[in-house]
């Protein structure tokens, strides 16, 4: 991590080759404007214009050589009106890698230090220009992979974590005061009633929960779910893939033992960022290869957050099939589908009738597709994404969880009718909790990871 008083710099745009007409340089500290200073000529030859929050046109250049690195535009932000809150400039270069790196190299050699990552957020932190809740929402727009998590993570930035947090931790406070003021003036004040109490802290720990179990729907949409497809050779593996991903992505043919290695690709199922893992059809092969892709289909059932496991209608559920389904880790949910059922459907017939209740598809004709994909989204327990406005991330929700826990104890200490002053030790580490969340009451240490999970240049 980098020392509070200092300028740091980074690049704040991706760096790839042919790729972005911009590119961004940030500095950011009190020598800001110094070490902007050091390597700008304005264009014309004329004097450097520092105004806050105006832009000047020019050159960036190796001071001593003169050699021009860059063509830039350059903005300063002075002091407090900028993202960290400190005085900031940029140098918006061209896109690509070279000129932007030369520039941030020049920037380093005169005077900045390079940022570490989440440098920037967290001196918008420290500078109150952001809580904690919104700071981490700016992660996870940089991150979104679909509409929804973006959405999701813009509500965040608004307040959408902060607001309900802060408002459930001031209901504490007044309920810790409230508790206080009878242990120091017991005989002044109108007697409390412990049950009127407990319905308090119950709402509040309600409330906690249900924000709990609405963050689990809410990182599969950040995070993305990792999806296998698993079963016997040719009942249409590498087939679904395509489909769901409309793409010819696999290798498709009527010879069993086609895929002999895993395969990957990534869609978006409604919105959930889906990566499909197309695998070897699993059974007693001879071949060398083969028997290596068998290995590795193996392997997968135990990397992802669910398992289609496909078998082929015509056939019925066979004892294959049904040794394949033992293999799957008990803690991985897995979806028994039937595909090809376009040719079950031309014979009209049903071979097995114990599958009459089981989910069926064709990647020909698109049958079944609707119902599969509300059964595998149920199966990731993704049951009412529409509804969800907000969500925690992993760290927040388990430091809600740790609240609800304090919560909980504070409620044996209720049942047991002890008396207030035991109530408020819980109730203190309920509230901490809380202020963990949003950033009031964290320790240096926990921001220094929290931030350096972030990207460079954020
Ligand atoms: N009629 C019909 N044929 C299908 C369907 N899905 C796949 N097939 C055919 O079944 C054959 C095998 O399909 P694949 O997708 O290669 O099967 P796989 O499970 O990946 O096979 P392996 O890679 O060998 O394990 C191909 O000839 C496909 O065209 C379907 O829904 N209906
Ligand atoms: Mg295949």
Request: overall charge negative.
């Amino acid at each position: 991590m980098n020392s509070p008083g200092s300028t740091i710099a980074a690049i704040a745009t991706a760096v790839a080759a042919g790729v972005g007409s911009v590119a961004i340089v940030r500095i950011s500290g009190p020598e800001a404007q110094a070490v902007g200073g050091r390597v700008f000529r304005p264009a014309g030859g004329g004097r450097q214009v520092w105004e806050s929050h105006r832009v000047q046109y020019g050159h960036v250049v190796e001071p001593a050589s003169g050699e021009v690195l860059d063509e830039v535009l350059l903005l300063y932000m002075q002091a407090p009106r900028s993202f960290t809150g400190e005085d900031v400039v940029e140098f918006h270069c061209h896109g690509g890698m070279i000129c932007v790196q030369r520039v941030l190299e020049q920037v380093l050699s005169n005077g900045a230090e390079a940022a570490a990552p989440g440098a920037f957020s967290q001196r918008a932190f420290f500078h109150g220009r952001l809580d904690l809740t919104r700071a981490e929402a700016l992660a996870q727009v940089i991150s979104a992979r679909s509409r929804r998590a973006a959405a999701l993570a813009l509500a965040g930035l608004d307040g959408g974590i902060c607001r309900p947090i802060e408002a459930l931790r001031q209901q504490l406070l007044e309920q810790l005061a409230q508790l206080e003021a009878h242990l120091d003036f017991e005989d002044d004040l109108p007697s409390l009633s412990p049950d009127v109490v407990r319905k308090n802290l119950q709402a509040v720990a309600e409330e906690l929960s249900r924000l709990v179990k609405d963050s689990r729907q809410g990182q599969c949409l950040q995070r993305g779910l990792r999806v296998a497809i698993i079963g016997c050779p040719n009942v249409g593996k590498s087939s679904l893939l395509n489909y769901l991903t409309n793409h010819d992505r696999a290798i498709v043919t009527d010879l069993p033992g086609t895929t002999r290695d895993t395969l990957e690709a990534e869609f978006s199922l409604r919105d959930v960022p889906i990566t499909l893992v197309d695998t070897a059809g699993i059974r007693k092969a001879n071949n060398p290869v083969e028997k290596l892709g068998i290995a590795r289909s193996r392997q997968v059932l135990k990397q992802v957050d669910v398992i289609i496991l496909l078998f082929d209608i015509n056939l019925g559920w066979s004892e294959a099939d049904q040794a394949l389904a033992h293999e799957i880790p008990e803690d991985v949910p897995y979806l028994r589908v039937g595909n090809k059922v376009d040719l079950l459907d031309q014979r009209k017939a049903r071979p097995n009738d114990k599958l009459e209740s089981s989910l069926t598809i064709s990647t020909i004709t698109g049958q079944g597709m609707e119902d599969f994909t509300d059964a595998l989204l149920r199966c990731c327990g993704l049951t009412d994404l529409e509804r969800l406005d907000t969500s925690l991330n992993d760290r927040q929700a388990s430091v809600a969880q740790k609240a609800i826990e304090a919560l909980a104890r504070l409620e044996d200490t209720a049942k047991a009718e002890l008396p207030w002053d035991f109530w408020t030790i819980d109730l203190r580490d309920a509230i901490h909790r809380l202020g963990e969340i949003t950033g009031k009451e964290v320790s240096e240490s926990i921001l220094d990871e929290i931030f350096s999970k972030f990207c460079i240049g954020k």
